[in-house]
């Protein structure tokens, strides 16, 4: 059970990922429909470095057609796959059964695993009250998600520095 919601969890972010780079296009347009690619990459680059970097195929610091049409393709060929490797899972995401996700589809899988994530989180820190002292850094008797989120990001490297081939497994 929880190997199987580790595995829907990772891929719903992958799908999230795939379709919030659409959202981010749409989302910076400018009135004549397109934003100018160095302003727009220069924006990128700023909020967004990693992403910057990972959309920018052929390395020139501009976001181009050309970048965009790659990512597109990319972002195409992994939903292909993703299609074929959990029919079930895209049911479960495709509420219209059109074999797309809309935004609307998306913003509703992604506020279930918000909620799956917040359920998680809740009970991990009612099972484990030593474990919830140690992530209180501010020691108001609460864990936020950011405090959550920095444990259980140390923990990862924590992990990865123990065993660095499971890096090449999970990145």
Do not use: C
């Amino acid at each position: 059970m929880k190997g199987q919601f580790i595995k829907f969890f990772g891929l719903m972010l992958v799908v999230l990922a795939l379709v919030g780079v659409q959202a981010y296009a749409e989302e910076n347009k400018s009135e004549g429909g397109k934003m100018d690619p160095a302003a727009r990459s220069e924006k990128l680059k700023k909020e967004k470095p990693e992403l910057f970097k990972k959309l920018d195929a052929n390395g020139d610091g501009v976001i181009d057609k050309a970048d965009q049409e790659a990512a597109k393709a990319e972002r195409d060929k992994r939903f292909e796959q993703f299609k074929q490797n959990h029919p079930d899972m895209l049911k479960k995401l495709d509420v219209d059964g059109d074999g797309k996700i809309s935004q609307e589809e998306k913003k509703a899988g992604h506020e279930k695993m918000r909620e799956k994530r917040e359920e998680k989180r809740e009970e991990f820190l009612k099972n484990h009250p030593e474990t919830k002292t140690k992530l209180d850094t501010n020691a108001d008797g609460q864990v936020s998600k950011d405090e959550f989120k920095a444990g259980r990001e140390a923990h990862h490297k924590k992990m990865m520095e123990k065993n660095p081939e499971a890096q090449s497994k999970v990145g």
